[in-house]
């Protein structure tokens, strides 16, 4: 909580070996009453690791709905779904970002339980 990364760091062969964080503290509201997170002067610390996975999606990754151009997309150029999350090839599955653009992790997991229910009624009904 309140931490943010600012750095990776690595070996002498080019190996990570760990993240650099910094901590943060919550600064006083501002117009519209949010406090924002501002840092906290000498609290960097170093986590450990052995790999990095940068997660921070900003749109959807062009390579799916390039090579497969019979799937349906809105003007953002996300793939269109059903209430159930099936697009419009039959048998296919979305949801997430993929389907959303950029959100959270929850409505993510909600759209992988409808979309896991329906792929199990799809697969029932064949």
Not at 44 to 57: K, L, M
Not at 81 to 108: C, H, W, Y
Request: net charge negative.
């Amino acid at each position: 909580m309140l931490t943010s990364p600012v750095g990776i760091l690595g070996d002498d062969k080019g190996w990570v070996r760990a993240i650099r964080c910094l901590q943060m503290e919550l600064g006083e509201p501002d117009d519209s009453g949010r406090r924002r997170p501002v840092p906290i002067e000498g609290s960097e610390f170093d986590i450990p690791c052995h790999a990095v996975i940068e997660a921070i999606g900003t749109r959807a990754n062009p390579l799916l709905t390039q090579t497969t151009p019979d799937l349906k997309l809105n003007k953002w150029g996300y793939i269109e779904i059903d209430e159930n999350g099936m697009t419009s090839k039959p048998g296919v599955f979305a949801g997430g970002d993929i389907v959303r653009g950029g959100a959270t992790v929850i409505l993510a997991m909600g759209d992988g339980k409808t979309a896991a229910a329906a792929i199990d009624r799809y697969l029932k009904a064949k």
